[in-house]
């Protein structure tokens, strides 16, 4: 599984980090940085924060 955030999309809100805190996370900057080949078994947690995105800029290729 790879996760690809479009960074020219993302305003760093963090709700994927509320949503998948395994896979993103808000640096100290509040600057978003993500696993982008987390492990198969957090998929659903990754699709929760694709659906809670506001601005729809995570993706996944499977
Ligand atoms: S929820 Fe979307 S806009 Fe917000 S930090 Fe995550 S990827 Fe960026």
């Known amino acids: 599984m790879k996760v690809v955030v ?4 993302c305003q760093d809100h ?3 980090a509320i ?8 640096d100290e900057d ?4 993500f696993d982008a080949e ?3 078994s957090l998929s659903d947690a ?3 924060a694709i659906d809670v995105c506001p601005v ?3 993706f996944l290729e499977r």
């Open 6 to 9: 479009d960074m020219t999309l």
């Open 14 to 16: 963090g709700q994927c």
């Open 19 to 26: 949503a998948a805190p395994e896979v993103f996370r808000m």
């Open 30 to 33: 509040s600057k978003l940085v």
């Open 38 to 40: 987390p492990d198969g």
């Open 46 to 48: 990754v699709q929760d």
């Open 56 to 58: 729809q800029a995570i």
